[in-house]
């Protein structure tokens, strides 16, 4: 059912791209009429088919983005944006084995994909596995060193393990001195480091003064 | 572990939004990355973000993160952060090196002090103008670790190395003011 909906979608979209388009005089086709018209009668690309599904990601309605997904999947196995955008719907709707098992299915295709490499770390960390994760973060920022994610997303994990002077170094390299103080003291807070955190917030509080 | 499931989930969520999840609409291709070219003796320089370069020359310290599990061997990420150090000791004819220690065993410690060592050297650096230690990226002044001096003990002829300007507690700089990725 949600396929068919999928399809009268896609074949809407195609219908008004059509009826927008000024009626040419018969005989008169131009070349981008006959290549629309061409485009028209094949099937939807896995890239049609992925931002069709971040669409209606966007619209909340993931029941109906999943199967675009899927079938992008089916598609073009090697369509990562497809991979990533599907795990992390399995993660909004709190199913992360089944993104996970996605992810799993995305890095057997393409094992240096940081998105997903990351996505697996964050996977991880929801489920506890704090260690394991930030040794995924860590080789995203690695394989994408100039993301600032993955290294806050280290920085994370790692302040989540205690290791406060590490996830404080990582904070250092990508914001203010002011925010990074600020994420720890976050951190702290949630290891229920109380003492901790309220030096690293005065800290924080006196970096963010005007000089 | 102190810290509740939810309050990490929450966190992570947070955080997922902004770091993975929005990198994925823009860093995603539908080819492959290809596997970068990282040996132990062909350490690649791709870090071309200005903040993140200086930053880490700021810091100029390796930490247990950068490093494999509980191995000698750099991860991705160090050979990446090494790389940039590398480069900033050719450029300046050597430099500090600070190797923080951590909790792992003297043993190997001293193992991934060596491995570090042969990475720098195999990089054309002058060993003996590279002055390794553990200590905080801070610098000067935050004494109390146990310094390594696992390089030639010949400093005293090679010129001074700048004197760190510190990105430690007090963040004095190197961070750039770029917002994170959270």
Known sequence: MKQVWLWTMLMLMAAGGCASTPAAPQGHLTAGDEEFAAGAKRPPTAKTLYALAQILATQGRDAEAEPALNRAIAIDAGFMPAYCALAELHMRQRRIDKAMQVIQAGLKKSPVEHVLINDLGMCQLINGNTEASAAQFARAAGLAPDDHAYRANLAMALGMLGRYDEALTLYLQIMTPSDAHYNLAVLCETRHDYVRAGGEFDIAKELSKPK | ?182
């Open chain 2, 1 to 182: 572990m102190k810290f509740t499931l939810f309050s990490a989930a929450l966190l992570a969520g947070a955080l997922a939004i902004l770091g993975g999840l929005a990198g994925c609409a823009s860093s995603h291709s539908q080819a492959a990355v290809p596997e970068p070219q990282l040996t132990d003796m062909g350490i690649v320089d791709s870090i071309n973000d200005s903040g993140i370069r200086a930053a880490i020359i700021t810091q100029h310290t390796l930490y247990g993160y950068h490093f494999a599990g509980d191995s000698r061997e750099l991860n991705e990420l160090g050979q990446r952060d090494l790389a940039v150090l590398i480069s900033h000791f050719k450029g300046q004819g050597g430099g500090d090196l600070s190797i923080r220690r951590g909790e792992i065993s003297e043993s190997l410690y001293a193992s991934r002090v060596e491995k570090i060592k042969e990475a720098i050297k195999a990089a054309g650096v002058d060993l003996a103008a590279v002055r390794i230690a553990d200590v905080s990226p801070g610098g000067a002044g935050m004494a109390g670790d146990d310094v390594v001096r696992a390089v030639k003990q010949s400093t005293s002829n090679q010129p001074a190395p700048a004197a760190p300007s510190g990105a430690g507690d007090k963040g004095a700089s190197g961070s750039g003011s770029k917002g994170g990725g959270q």
